[in-house]
């Protein structure tokens, strides 16, 4: 009996045991797993992200219905527009889309020109965002468009989808940040100006430059050599140049009959330029020879005595007696014996 007895005891507190252990497991459950630092791994939740960049940078959060939700601006230009934009909850993003693009507008950020264009208008679906439907990126860039047509800007727009993204970067389940270098060319030749078909890329790299991932491309078109560097990440234009191929980047040269070597101290522009700026040389006449002169001998005079003289006899008098003066005896008096206003 007192073996029974003992046996029993093990039974009943080993049931006790396998209860606490059934109950702690499922409270730990309960509460989520922690990882090795102590903290609770963050809930997953579909990004319903897009966002706005011209050089203000907004992201705009949407429910499953398209409909605003939150605006974030994303630096310090963003951030002063999102400010002044107060009713935007419960809008549809098209409708945001257009309000933000007027307070960005009427804010002057649309006079900075890139490679003398105005600058691209990136609308950017975030990577993992869930769109309401397919026709969702579709229609708020078309909308978009309008938006900016009716403000009579130049500037290109480029939306970047989930299908932009370059997959090959994507780790542990989670979606790529970076876009495809296709992608990059696009946005590259829409800030151009350039068509597709014109454009020959000759260098393309994907690097970091100061922990920033960018696309460095190098493109000719039409006898102009391009240089962009476009971030990987928002599609920013963050460098932007062009020159004449095969010319100089110092060279100004772009007369008629430019030789590659700017000429800035010839300003021959005359019928007979010959490259050397004759400075001294104003004889504009039609019997010009080269040797300034009034009349017709060669020599600058007033009359006909080969110097200056406003009278006959080759010295500047007023009278006649070869000197300034203002009577008859060749001196300037003003008195009785010297002017001769009297005697």
């Given at each position: 009996m007192k073996g029974a007895s003992i046996m029993k005891m093990?039974?009943?507190?080993?049931?006790?045991?396998?209860?606490?252990?059934?109950?702690?497991?499922?409270?730990?459950?309960?509460?989520?797993?922690?990882?090795?630092?102590?903290?609770?791994?963050?809930?997953?939740?579909?990004?319903?992200?897009?966002?706005?960049?011209?050089?203000?940078?907004?992201?705009?959060?949407?429910?499953?219905?398209?409909?605003?939700?939150?605006?974030?601006?994303?630096?310090?230009?963003?951030?002063?527009i999102v400010a002044a934009c107060q009713d935007y909850q419960g809008k549809d993003c098209s409708t945001v889309l257009e309000e933000l693009i007027n307070r960005i507008h009427e804010a002057g950020y649309f006079v900075d020109e890139i490679d003398g264009h105005k600058k691209n208008i990136v609308i950017q679906m975030e990577p993992g965002s869930v769109l309401p439907d397919d026709d969702f990126l579709e229609t708020i860039s078309r909308d978009t468009r309008e938006a900016v047509a009716g403000l009579e800007l130049t500037s290109g727009i480029v939306t970047i989808d989930e299908d932009d993204y370059d997959e090959s970067y994507a780790r542990n389940g989670n979606p790529s940040p970076y876009i495809t270098l296709e992608k990059a060319k696009e946005i590259a030749l829409t800030q151009a100006q350039v068509s597709e078909t014109e454009a020959v890329f000759e260098d393309r790299e994907f690097d970091f430059d100061d922990g920033i991932a960018i696309y460095e491309l190098e493109f000719t078109a039409q006898g102009n050599e391009y240089e962009y560097d476009v971030h990987a990440v928002t599609g920013k234009i963050l460098k932007a140049e062009h020159h004449i191929k095969g010319q100089n980047a110092g060279d100004t040269d772009y007369g008629p009959g430019n030789d590659g070597i700017t000429d800035y101290s010839d300003t021959d522009y005359g019928p007979d330029n010959d490259g050397v700026t004759d400075y001294g040389n104003s004889d504009y006449g039609p019997n010009n020879d080269g040797v300034t002169n009034y009349d017709d001998n060669g020599t600058t005079n007033y009359d006909d005595g080969g110097n200056t003289n406003y009278d006959d006899n080759g010295t500047t008098n007023y009278d006649d007696g070869g000197d300034t003066n203002y009577d008859d005896n060749g001196t300037t008096d003003y008195d009785d014996g010297n002017s001769g206003y009297e005697d």
């Amino acid at each position: 009996m007192k073996g029974a007895s003992i046996m029993k005891m093990r039974k009943i507190l080993l049931g006790a045991l396998t209860t606490f252990t059934l109950a702690a497991s499922v409270f730990i459950t309960g509460c989520g797993s922690q990882d090795a630092g102590g903290s609770l791994p963050p809930a997953e939740e579909s990004q319903t992200i897009i966002t706005l960049s011209v050089n203000p940078e907004i992201s705009i959060e949407y429910d499953e219905n398209g409909m605003v939700t939150n605006l974030t601006g994303n630096n310090v230009d963003g951030e002063g527009i999102v400010a002044a934009c107060q009713d935007y909850q419960g809008k549809d993003c098209s409708t945001v889309l257009e309000e933000l693009i007027n307070r960005i507008h009427e804010a002057g950020y649309f006079v900075d020109e890139i490679d003398g264009h105005k600058k691209n208008i990136v609308i950017q679906m975030e990577p993992g965002s869930v769109l309401p439907d397919d026709d969702f990126l579709e229609t708020i860039s078309r909308d978009t468009r309008e938006a900016v047509a009716g403000l009579e800007l130049t500037s290109g727009i480029v939306t970047i989808d989930e299908d932009d993204y370059d997959e090959s970067y994507a780790r542990n389940g989670n979606p790529s940040p970076y876009i495809t270098l296709e992608k990059a060319k696009e946005i590259a030749l829409t800030q151009a100006q350039v068509s597709e078909t014109e454009a020959v890329f000759e260098d393309r790299e994907f690097d970091f430059d100061d922990g920033i991932a960018i696309y460095e491309l190098e493109f000719t078109a039409q006898g102009n050599e391009y240089e962009y560097d476009v971030h990987a990440v928002t599609g920013k234009i963050l460098k932007a140049e062009h020159h004449i191929k095969g010319q100089n980047a110092g060279d100004t040269d772009y007369g008629p009959g430019n030789d590659g070597i700017t000429d800035y101290s010839d300003t021959d522009y005359g019928p007979d330029n010959d490259g050397v700026t004759d400075y001294g040389n104003s004889d504009y006449g039609p019997n010009n020879d080269g040797v300034t002169n009034y009349d017709d001998n060669g020599t600058t005079n007033y009359d006909d005595g080969g110097n200056t003289n406003y009278d006959d006899n080759g010295t500047t008098n007023y009278d006649d007696g070869g000197d300034t003066n203002y009577d008859d005896n060749g001196t300037t008096d003003y008195d009785d014996g010297n002017s001769g206003y009297e005697d």
